[in-house]
């Protein structure tokens, strides 16, 4: 089965910096695409940045010029740079991984919290 653990999460002030990498193991037949999700209270949980196979990528309008996301082929994980972070930037992150035959995998997310 697939398995997506997130890590790198943390509490910083407005303006720092955080990587986030998901770590990927188990069976994928065919890879569509993977990205990262984030959900604040009270809010749906919405499209970050997402990477298609074989590496076009998309971000959503709030994140663009500030994330970046990558895969690491050697290390076996999708990795999310977040630079000049913002308060509204706080919220649980969350994996995800799609097959080209609509399977969806999700991690357990990790908290990213913004303040001074």
């Known amino acids: 089965q697939v398995q997506l653990v997130e890590s790198g999460g943390g509490q910083v002030q407005p303006g720092g910096s955080l990587r986030l990498s998901c770590a990927i193991s188990?069976?994928?037949?065919?890879?569509?695409?993977m990205g990262w999700y984030r959900q604040a209270p009270g809010r749906s949980r919405d499209a970050v940045a997402v990477i298609f196979n074989p590496g076009h990528t998309n971000y959503a309008d709030s994140v663009t010029g500030r994330f970046t996301i990558s895969r690491d082929n050697i290390e076996n994980t999708v990795d999310l740079q977040m630079n000049d972070l913002k308060t509204e930037d706080t919220a649980v992150y969350y994996c995800?991984?799609?097959?080209?035959?609509?399977?969806?995998?999700w991690g357990q997310g990790t908290q990213v919290t913004v303040s001074s």
């Open positions: 188990g069976s994928i037949d065919n890879l569509n695409y």
């Open positions: 995800y991984l799609q097959t080209r035959g609509s399977s969806g995998y």
